[in-house]
């Protein structure tokens, strides 16, 4: 069954340095989307990504966010200047529209970012 | 504004039947989904409902109605391995937006023997 990767699964930053999250779409899926929740609470949109540019984007990102389709495969998520409150888990995640109905969003098994 | 209720935490028995409900409250809707969450795990797909009716997979259902702004998830002969959090969302209409789901807190499912 096709999968969302993500990598790496745990990344331990300090605080203020910049981090960039990786993540492998499933091949034929056409909208890339980024969420993320912190430990015990609802898991929040960042981010959408279709056509090689942001479709929508939540208030949490902004300038300190940015994410980019490098090649053909990778959707990364960069955060410049790490806080503390960035720990979480991030998500990537990804759809065909039409499948929509019967699969959902797929996601990735998350990297897990703590900031110290 | 948008707003997403459903209970924080429910217990049950192996091999019974559990109920998990989900209000929601927000200026448009389009479709509502639950994901099934493993702790320290990805959210995973169970069932998206556009229409007002019940919808049947395997030992899960979802039920809508639009009207009531309500759903409930319903597993059936339960499993340990149910164990996890159950995550209703909703996508608004097009228009509001295109891509993003708006999530529920999630109900903390335990599963005892």
């Known amino acids: 069954e096709p999968e969302v990767t993500q990598t790496p699964s745990h990344q331990v930053t300090q605080m203020g340095q910049e981090v960039i999250l990786r993540c492998v779409p499933i091949s034929n899926h056409l909208y890339f989307y980024w969420y993320r929740q912190i430990l015990g609470q609802k898991v929040e949109f960042l981010v959408s990504?279709?056509?090689?540019?942001?479709?929508?984007k939540s208030e949490i990102f902004d300038d300190q966010f940015s994410v980019e389709r490098p090649d053909g495969s990778n959707f990364t998520l960069k955060i410049r200047s790490t806080k503390l409150e960035d720990s979480a888990m991030y998500f990537c995640?990804?759809?065909?529209?039409?499948?929509?109905?019967?699969?959902?969003?797929?996601f990735g098994s998350g990297t897990r970012l703590t900031v110290v | 504004g948008q707003n997403i209720d459903q209970p924080t935490e429910m217990t049950a028995t192996e091999g019974a039947i559990v109920q998990i409900n989900c209000t929601y409250q927000t200026s448009g809707f389009n479709g509502l989904f639950w994901y099934q969450q493993h702790a320290g795990e990805a959210p995973t797909f169970l069932s998206y409902n556009v229409l007002d009716g019940l919808e049947e997979k395997g030992r899960f259902s979802s039920f809508l109605s639009r009207s009531k702004g309500y759903s409930y998830l319903l597993l059936k002969e339960l499993q340990m391995k149910d164990s996890a959090s159950y995550l209703c969302a909703v996508t608004p209409p097009p228009g509001d937006s295109n891509y993003q789901l708006i999530w529920g807190a999630g109900t903390k499912l335990i599963i005892k023997p």
């Open positions: 990504f279709y056509n090689n540019e942001i479709s929508e």
């Open positions: 995640a990804s759809s065909e529209e039409s499948a929509i109905r019967d699969y959902g969003y797929t």
